[in-house]
């Protein structure tokens, strides 16, 4: 569909939407079409002042300006009423702190710099409003990132990225939060998910059930992703703030059901790659392993039926390259490989040891291989850096991938079937959230890790005479 479809009738209804596009207006970013009628919707009020929307989902295309929206909205929301609390949060925590980031540029370029205060520390990552003492802040999108606090507005950025069980526990944190504020709301706001995203998309068929107040614009079903015309209508910011030229460049770089995803505002009816299979295979080498001593990465899958010991070397580029030397059904005799691999070639061995692997990593230990255990925060770190090697040319297509993959079939299953998982700030590799064992990913971002963090060689004394 090509319009926004609004649930609620508007007839004979008051509203605040002026007064929000006028907070848009201070901010110098005045409201698009799409946006005016957007922020009258979740403004709308009864004769006495009363919010009729306690949920409200908004659903658009990227790069539609959902940003500035939320922003004046929950600017606005501070003005309504003394020591008004607003909470925004997104799939992580510290994408809610580098969203807010973003909305304190704006704010602070504009006329309310002179009546908000931002800050924008780790832990306390908010906008006051200091003469109403009113405040919006950041939060990760945890059970009890909440608790003891009161809310009048709570925003949920990037809806999709949710599983259900995700989802009960950030609305179980929000709710209680919103029991002795008469006037509370909670927008969610979000471009439409892939099959894994049955929480946010039950929402909207919720919306279009007439159950909750539902802002939606996107293509239909038999819209072809070259289709530019028929994208370009649909997308509501495109002869406003953003240029037809956007989809062709979004194409460019982009699978087809990603593109409309994205820009089409298309749900897809399949698991999408985590990592397109284009960019797997421009990290995808024949070349052998770059000479010198290597370091490893040994992982089992959740089901403890892989177990994939991966190497790994620097080229004359420093780019890590990693190889497959080892797949098995069990854990039956990896220690003892791990052991002659590193007798023979030296290099440590890198081991996620909070997960299948830790019985791998105790085995190991006891046969003196030289094992660097990995923690969950480093195994976080480690993924977020294998991520950005990988899909490194998805953000700038002139680069190439920051990480090297000597081919192996191990890696084109594990590929295939990879997901994400989030707990609290942090993000991992989903063994149980994926589609079949990814031990052949984990145990090369922990060789990559076991690289980035080798003992430095031993100084050799210095003898004066």
């Not at 990227?62 to 909205?73: C, D």
């Not at 099959?195 to 007439?210: K, N, Q």
């Not at 854990?331 to 590193?342: C, F, K, P, S, Y």
Request: net charge negative; with cysteine.
């Amino acid at each position: 569909m090509t319009t926004p479809r609004y649930l609620t009738p508007r007839s004979s209804r008051h509203s605040y939407g002026p007064k929000i596009a006028r907070v848009s207006d201070a901010l110098g970013r005045p409201l698009m079409p799409w946006q005016h009628l957007a922020a009258g919707l979740i403004g709308e009020c009864d004769a006495r002042g009363r919010l009729l929307h306690p949920l409200v989902v908004v659903t658009v295309p990227r790069q539609a300006g959902k940003t500035a929206l939320l922003t004046a909205v929950m600017l606005h929301r501070c003005m309504m009423r003394q020591q008004a609390r607003v909470w925004y949060t997104a799939q992580s925590g510290i994408k809610a702190r580098e969203q807010m980031w973003e909305m304190m540029d704006a704010v602070d370029l504009s006329a309310f710099k002179a009546i908000t205060r931002s800050k924008r520390g780790a832990g306390d990552t908010s906008i006051e409003l200091h003469p109403l003492s009113s405040r919006i802040r950041a939060h990760p999108p945890t059970p009890d990132s909440l608790h003891g606090n009161q809310s009048d507005l709570n925003v949920i950025d990037e809806g999709w990225f949710f599983d259900e069980a995700l989802a009960a526990g950030l609305m179980g944190a929000i709710t209680p939060t919103q029991a002795t504020r008469p006037n509370a709301q909670t927008i969610i706001v979000s471009t439409s998910g892939t099959a894994d995203s049955t929480w946010f998309h039950g929402l909207v068929d919720r919306g279009y059930a007439g159950e909750l107040c539902l802002i939606d614009y996107g293509v239909g079903p038999d819209v072809d992703a070259d289709d530019f015309e028929a994208i370009a209508a649909a997308h509501p910011a495109i002869g406003h703030t953003q240029d037809v030229s956007i989809l062709a460049s979004a194409r460019a770089q982009l699978s087809e059901g990603e593109f409309l995803r994205a820009y089409g505002n298309r749900r897809t009816k399949a698991h999408e790659r985590l990592i397109p299979l284009e960019y797997v295979e421009l990290a995808t080498t024949t070349a052998d392993l770059p000479a010198g001593e290597p370091v490893f990465g040994a992982a089992v899958s959740f089901d403890r039926d892989d177990v994939l010991i991966v190497a790994c070397a620097e080229d004359v580029d420093g780019v890590p390259v990693v190889e497959v030397v080892e797949r098995r059904d069990s854990t039956d005799g990896v220690a003892a490989r791990l052991a002659e691999l590193t007798g023979r070639h030296g290099g440590h061995v890198a081991i996620a040891t909070a997960g299948p692997a830790s019985s791998l990593a105790d085995e190991a230990a006891r046969l003196r291989v030289p094992v660097t255990e990995v923690r969950d925060a480093e195994l976080s770190t480690a993924t977020v850096d294998f991520l950005d090697r990988i899909r490194r040319p998805m953000v700038d297509p002139d680069a190439k991938p920051a990480v090297r993959l000597r081919a192996h079939p191990a890696f084109v299953d594990a590929f295939d079937v990879v997901a994400l998982k989030t707990s609290g700030d942090r993000v991992f590799w989903s063994r149980r959230g994926s589609a079949g064992s990814i031990a052949a990913v984990e145990a090369a971002t922990l060789a990559v890790r076991a690289l980035a963090t080798r003992p430095a060689p031993p100084v050799a004394p210095m003898i004066w005479s």
